[in-house]
């Protein structure tokens, strides 16, 4: 990640997380947080758990934020996603809406 894009501690961890396993990701969201992911919608820690277990197994990939934007309280981070997948390397977005210091909201986008 590069050192000079300062994301919110949240967004921080995710992608920390990301790097880690289905566990670590889980516990970024509040425990009704919704991930919207390939127009698939995934409601509580477990669901994310579990969507997270499944996009790991099926790839392998890295990911590396490049842009913030905040617009109507939604951090909008671009990044740039590399790895073993149709179409790879993309630079995707990712829309995150917080809440008490974690993620309530994340949807993933093209």
Not at 25 to 34: E, G, H, K, L
Not at 64 to 78: C, D, I, Q, Y
Request: proline residues 6%; negative net charge.
């Amino acid at each position: 990640m590069p050192s000079s894009l300062n994301l919110p501690d949240p967004i921080a961890a995710y992608f920390v997380a990301d790097t880690q396993g289905p566990d670590q990701v889980a516990q970024c969201f509040t425990p009704n947080a919704v991930v919207n992911d390939d127009d698939h919608i995934f409601t509580g820690r477990d669901a994310i758990r579990v969507w997270k277990k499944a996009a790991d197994a099926k790839y392998t990939c890295t990911t590396e934020p490049f842009s913030l934007e905040l617009v109507e309280g939604v951090h909008a981070v671009k990044a740039h996603v590399a790895g073993n997948f149709k179409g790879s390397p993309l630079d995707m977005k990712f829309f995150f809406r917080l809440e008490r210091g974690l993620i309530a909201n994340m949807e993933v986008t093209v």
